[in-house]
Each structure stands twice: as C-alpha cells, then as structure tokens.
C-alpha cells in the first residue's frame, strides 16, 4: 500500500524526515519496506534556469529559424538558435544549459549539447513546456513572468511538487490502516505518546449544504445482513471536468491515473479516509430505485474492466428497477458509469459485509482497491461523512451543482466489541510493568473507550473500525505497539524446562530422514495444500465423499484440499521440464485432508517422493542410467533400515500406480510406490516416466516410537532358497494377481516375491508381457532340498497358470 507523505501531513504536520517516520510507523507494525521520490515533473530540471532574450534575428540559412543572444544570469550571454515564432526581445524564457538531460515527450532522453544548427552554434535550448514536462503544449516556447531575476533555476520557478512515497507492507488485520488518516492515526498516537507537542486533524464536513430539500431516489435492501449500510447522495448539474492538479499530483503519488473530476473524487476520499465509493450516472438508475439485492442465477453484467461476469444467487449487486448495476463492493458496471454525456450522479457510501464481499471477489478473479477494502472490513460510521466529504469537493471545483439530501438506509449498525482483562495479564505478556496510566493513555489515543477501571482490572470498549481486536491478546498487542517493542526490558535470566523423551521425537526423525534423503540426491519441495478439483476428479485414488472444499477459494484452481501429494509432485516435475531441468529427485513432506462421515475433518501426515529422467550427470567414464522402479524403491527401503522398521512387500491393488507395491509394516499399509499411470503424467505434459512412493508419515514415527527396545531378532537357522522365474503373462495381468497366487501355492515356505524387470517389445507376442520374478523359499522346521524347492516351484508355476494364465517364457 502506498502513503503520500506530503498527503499524511494534511492529518498531522509533523516535521521530520520521512526516513524517521517510516521507522517509526514500522515501530508500530506499519512495516514500510521501501521510500521512493515522487514529483510532478519528469527529471529535477537541473540545469534548466532563467535566461533573459537580449536579441532576436533571421536565421542566414533557414527561414524558420532565429539566432538569439540569451542573458543567463552570469553575466555571459550566449547564442542559441530557436525555432519558436513567438520568441522576442526581453522575454524572460527557460533555457536549458549544456549539459541539462530532459525527457521529450516521445519519453527518450535528450542531453543538451554545443552544436551547430545549418552552420550556426547554438549554447543550450529554449524549451516549450511539454519538452519540460508542464503540460503536452507546443505551440511556441513559454514565456515567464519579466520580474523573475536571470539565472534563477527553473525548478523554484515552477513549484513543482516533490513528495515521499511510503510502500507499507500492510498485514490482512490492519483494515483500520487502509488509508492516510488511518496511517496518520496511528502515526499521532505513537508521537503524543512520547510527548509530542502535536494533534491530529479531521476532515470537517460543515460547508456540506443541500440545496434541495428532497430524495429524488429511493434506496431498499433486501439483503440486510449482507448490506447493513447504504448511503445515496444525487447530485445535479455537473459534467467530468479535469481534476484540479492538486487532486491530480495526490492520486499520481500513490499509483493512480487521474480521469475527471467525478471520478478522482471517489477515489480520493476513498485513499484519504478509507471509505470506498462508487458514481453513477443518474440515467441509468431507471425507476430511480436503488436495491441492493442478490443477483439472479446466471444473471450477466458488464463490468468497468470491459469483461462480461455471470453471476449466481449468492452475489450482491447494486441494481435499478430491471437489471444489476455493479457488483457490490467489487466492480462497477459499464453501463451506468461517468462517461462524457453525464450531468446528474448518485454518489454511493455503503457498508457491506466482508465475508460476501470476498466470496464473489475471490469467485469471479477480480480484484480492486474497493475489494481489497471492504473483505477487510470498513469504518461502518464513515460512511454519511465520506459522502459529505466528496459533495464538498465536487461543489468546490463545479459551483453550479446542485446538491440534494442525503438517503441513509441503516438496517442495523454493528455494536461495538468490550474486553476485559487484568493489568496482571497484561504485564505477563508484554514481560514489561507497564504503569497503569500509560495503558489508559496508549487506550484513549487508540480511540478506545475505557468504561471499566480499577486498580486489578479494566474493560475497554473497541472502536468499530478495529475489526480485527476480538479478545485480551489484541489489546495487549495494540497497548504494546505504541508503547514500544524497543522499551520492553530483557530479562538477565531465562527460565525453561527441559522435556525428556525416551525416543527421538517427531522433528528429529523428519530431519534425519530429509538430511538422508538429500544426502541420496533429493531435492526437498513445498507445495500448497489446495488442488483443482477437476484434476483431483481424473485420479483414481481421489474420494470425492472425503474431499474439503473451501468455502472461499483464492480461484479456481485451488477449490479442494488435496488428498494425496501425487499432484503436487506431478505440478513441480512439470514446472522443472518446461524450464529444461529433466533429471528430477524430490521429496516433500506435507498433509493430506479428508472428510469424515461424521462431518469432522482429518488430517495426516505424508511423506512423498518422486523419480523421473536420469541418475546423475553426463560422464565419460560411467555411461548414463535413468530412473526406475528400482531406484525408488532403494530408496524406500533405506529409510525403512535407518530406522530399523521391518515390512513385507505386497502388491498395491489398482490405482493411480502401475506395477505398484506396500510395504507393509505390522497392520499398517505403510507405503506405496511405484510408476505413475502414463495417461495421468501426460495430463501434465510429462512424456517420461515418473516413479512415484507415498509414505504414511504419521504411522511411520509410531512406528519408529514402538519399536525401541525391540531391535534385534534371531536370524533362521536354516537356509533360503532362490528361483527365478521368467514368466509370460496378458498385458492386463497384475504383478498384485501374481503375488498373491504365489504366496497361495505355498503360503508357510514362500519368504518374498519380488519383480525385478518387466519387458514388452521384441520376440514378445502381441498383447503379453514378459514379468521376472523371483521367489525366496524358506522352511521354518529344516533345510530344503533341491528336490523339494523345485516341487515347490512347480506348485507356484501351477498356481500361477490356473489363476493368471502365466507360463514360462520360451528361450
């Protein structure tokens, strides 16, 4: 947000450097992150000065030029050539010396230089005033008042106006800083405090005078909990003159691009006091009815940005008697704006409800400096003076204006906020004893209303525009604001205990397995949380009965808590192969949402990891590997051992993994990996494979928790067997269906089945697919024989063909 400092002393006229306000605002949590020069002319004008034209003749070699002999103060005069028709003798013009850089009106730099102009030198340039910045004026070279001294510098002739420009990084609780007398306020009560002789201006509204006794609009609201507040103000008799350049240079100041006089207004005062307003051209209020009402589904308007918006049952319009004539508190609609025909306008001052105001701001993308205002919250006993306020200002520029009374429609005023709390409580948080008397007078400057005190307690009454101080901790937080964070003492001695944990803690295991990860090549990522529900909806492990949809969605494309960390996975590898980075190791952790049946949500916890393109860079001695399943699922199993966590492997049953498996640790499925569905990875314009695992992070550190004290376990006495298996299967045959007929065939001597390679393509017959296996046999009770570990083979490889069709594969 941008602060006009010139524009903040017409509140309070401090004088002092604006470097020393900003640390001061800063001080108060009005953090500003940068200062910036602001004037009303393009450059300084240094160098331009005062010359006085001594001689004026013809050109020898040009009809439209002149030679002129310029005074410049210094008792040297100089020649310049000049090509204006109505320079003369004794005209005191601006010159711009050698040296002098100005900006033409093209916007390219020109630097005035000794040169010659057809065979005639010339010392410098006599200068219109739009090649001074003044004005687009250049009918002939301007001419300045004759008791101006030679020599003076042009710049203390023009008064140009130079400003501070303060950016404050506002925080989304500030809505009572929105604005310069907001700034100001804040700015007055840290200085009184510290004994400032200072005091703090008002904008006074006495000259505001109807001049005709009647509404000539009516105003009804239909949606009163959205609208408690709806001042109307018709104006007659004006037209969209240009702004005075007072008015023009402070809304240039902050960023914004003057348009007339009627238009300037409204966005002055909403800069200058807070309170956002609307002008609408009286034509179009047909019926001359104001209803504030919702719109009807599907309803369209065309809005002040040219864009056509079609709204639903839940938005709030400004509407006449047949159609919306602005969105209310977001944008104004074209039909009904200040255009050049205008000669009668309703003025608009209104209160509405933040929440509403931030759902269809946030639905339809748009953004405003009234939006951004009113989802804030805005002084609801403001607005009858910010439309007192603005007449004034157009009455003072158009004097034939005709003024008519005010229409107030108030359905309910918010009621003000009490607190109370202890002068105890208060010193325990702020760790300072702040005297009594410095918190009454730190309240009374901050505008609230002490209706309770004694020497324990105090309940104070919030102002209405502090939307954001709701319990104890937000007075203590204002009290200590003005008070200073500076002044509060640092104890010689801290106390703090020590908490004892018999086994490492959820943070350290989360850090030793990042610091494991990045040790092995990953990169950590950070991802939002929230999802495009319509890509949630084209995976198959999405449940759309559990999903968390957020009421009010930043847009579109983040509509639903994710569900699991595979998109976010997906957006970052994206996001790195269209900027030429293919060869990609990430981890994240982060959280999953859903939605019980019971109404409760529910959040877990996820470890993520993803694989895709190659292992490592280009080199000559080692030739280049990509990633594959394998590599994942080292990776897996490494952080499995580090924490000394057994698991079985089983296949993952059908769902956004092809050739997916679990490792199961106790009862818990405790991760999932493998290679992401083509058809999904291509959704994000991911033509390589990516190698997904998802790890149940939460049960994974109760895991880690329960297994101390039980590390070790005796290793079998009797050997394990190994068979491979090359089998040849349908396509649409599961590594899941093969596991599970094998660990059937031979359930108590079947250790572990793994898949070590998959392979489609030559001396493979259409529509199969080759699958290599191997088996681990094991006999708790003695050693197995090679007879009775082929037996065993041949009941799998039976098992396998009766269930899944698979045979060896041939030679």
Known sequence: MKISYNWMREFIPVDMPAEEVAE????????????HDFSTLPTDLEGVVVGKVLEVKKHPNADKLFLTRVDLGDGKPVQIVCGAPNVAEGQKVPVATIGTKLIMPDGKELKIKKGKIRGELSYGMICAEDELGLSDNHEGIMVLDPEIPEGTPFREVVQAERDKVFEIGLTPNRSDAMSHFGVARDLYAKLKFEKHDIHLKTRSTSHFVPEIKKQPVSINIEEKNKCPRYVGLVIHNVKPVESPQWLQNRLKAIGINPKNLLVDVTNFVMHDIGQPMHAFDLRAVKGNKVIVRNAREGEKILALNDEEYTLTADDLVIANEEEPMAIAGVIGGKHSAINDSTTDILLESAYFDPVAVRKTAKRLGISTDSSFRFERGVDPTQTELAMKWAAILIKEYLPKAIITEIVDETVKMPEPVSISLSYEYIWRLTGE???????????????FKIILSNKENLTVEVPLY??????????????????????????????????HESYPGPEIIEREAAALLTSSGFYETMSVSMQNEEQMARTKSYQPAKAVKLLNPVSNEYGVMRQSLLLSMLQNIRHNIHRQRDNLAFFEFGRVYFQGKDGKYCEEDRLALALTGHLGDENWLVPRRRTGFFHLKGMVEKLFRRF????????????????????????SDMAVLGKVNPGLAADFDIKKPVYFASIRWNDFIRAVKERQGQRFKPFSKYPAVRRDLALLVDKDVSYASLYKAARKAAKNVVESVNLFDVYEGDKIPEGKKSYAMSFVLRSPSKTLSDKEADRITEQILEALARETGARLRDK
Do not use: M, N, W
Request: charge should be negative.
């Open 24 to 35: 001061i605002l800063t001080g108060t949590g009005l953090e500003v992150e940068k200062i």
């Open 433 to 447: 004893q702040i005297p009594p008397d410095d918190i009454k007078q730190i309240l009374h400057l901050l505008d």
């Open 644 to 667: 000394g966590l057994d698991y079985e492997e089983a296949p993952a049953g059908e769902g956004d993994l092809s050739e997916g498996i679990v490792f199961k640790s106790g009862k």
């Open 466 to 499: 502090r939307h954001d101080v709701t319990r104890p901790a937000d007075v203590v937080e204002e009290i200590l604001r003005i008070y200073g964070y500076d002044r509060v003492c640092i104890p010689e001695k801290i106390s703090f205990s020590v908490a």
